[in-house]
């Protein structure tokens, strides 16, 4: 009999189709328990990075209003042209409405729920984590959850 780690290991191999970010997640989410392997079925497991996103949003923001709180955030973040720094994204975000309502300190909380999808560069200007991240907060292939759009 196969071992499970040697198992797992074949079906990461031909799931990830030479995707070494979709290898990494998946063993993120079982090394945080957020995934757990049964009996050696695989069944609970993303078969894409499209899964993975959803079950890591999913996680992350329980309630269609907890997302809310950070889809403009990650809006103005994905449409900027060139590199924004925390203080120009909260400008920004201060601009959206005529009465700004969210302080400064309430920015950054909300950031910080963010901030493993939404991460800091050294030279203080935030960016999407990956490209394929970018692509999927952005559009869908047909048939895709359309939930956590931006």
Same mark, same amino acid.
């Given at each position: @009999?196969?071992?499970l780690?040697?198992k797992?290991?074949?079906?990461l191999?031909s #799931? ?7 290898? @990494?997640?998946? /063993?993120?989410?079982?090394?945080r328990?957020?995934?757990?392997? @049964? %009996? ?14 959803? *079950? ?6 329980? &309630?269609?209003h &907890? ?9 103005i %973040? ?7 720094? $925390? *203080?120009? /994204?909260?400008?920004?975000? %201060?601009? *959206? %409405?005529?009465k700004?309502?969210?302080?400064w @300190?309430d920015?950054?909380?909300?950031y910080?729920?963010?901030s493993d999808?939404?991460?800091? #560069?050294?030279?203080g200007?935030?960016? !999407? !984590?990956h ?5 999927w907060?952005? #559009?869908? #292939? ?6 956590? $759009? !931006?």
């Open positions: @009999k196969k071992s780690t040697t797992l290991t074949s079906f191999v #799931r990830a189709n030479g995707s070494f970010l979709y290898v @990494k997640l998946v /063993l993120d989410f079982i090394e328990g957020s995934l757990v392997i @049964k %009996s050696g079925s695989f069944k609970v497991l993303p078969q894409n990075l499209s899964e993975i996103y959803h *079950l890591g949003f999913n996680l992350k923001f329980s &309630s269609s &907890s997302f809310d709180q950070v889809s403009d955030i990650l809006s %973040s994905l449409a900027s042209l060139q590199p924004i720094n $925390l *203080l120009e /994204l909260f400008n920004i975000y %201060s601009a *959206l %409405s005529v700004s309502e969210t302080e @300190k920015f950054k909380e909300r910080q729920l963010i999808f939404l991460v800091m #560069r050294k030279d200007s935030v960016m !999407c !984590c490209p394929t991240l970018r692509d907060l952005i #559009r869908r #292939r047909e048939g895709d959850s359309t939930k956590f $759009l !931006c």
